[in-house]
């Protein structure tokens, strides 16, 4: 699965596809933002409905660094998610 990493607040994220359907199918899709290892690892979630292409790794690429920064800063804890299990 295509991966990226974009930097917001000095931090690191990798960023990837969260693999979670939802019943908008291809106009919603959701990223998972994570940094750091083990137990320590932070994990974010937030959805998004893609403006162009509408394959989810197609749809990952086309995000510039920008939107990818805005779109960590409105999304949420993983473990308030179910694309992560709401595991803490």
Do not use: N
């Not at 019943?23 to 979630?45: A, H, I, N």
């Not at 510039?64 to 694309?83: F, N």
């Amino acid at each position: 699965m295509p991966r990226r990493v974009v930097e917001s607040s000095g931090q690191q994220w990798t960023v990837s596809v969260s693999g979670r359907t939802t019943q908008y199918t291809k106009d919603e899709f959701g990223l998972v933002f994570s940094r750091g290892t083990g137990p320590d690892r932070e994990q974010r979630v937030v959805r998004y409905s893609p403006l162009g292409a509408k394959s989810r790794e197609m749809s990952l690429g086309e995000l510039s660094d920008q939107e990818l920064r805005e779109l960590l800063a409105h999304s949420q804890p993983s473990w308030t998610a179910p694309e992560m299990g709401y595991r803490r």
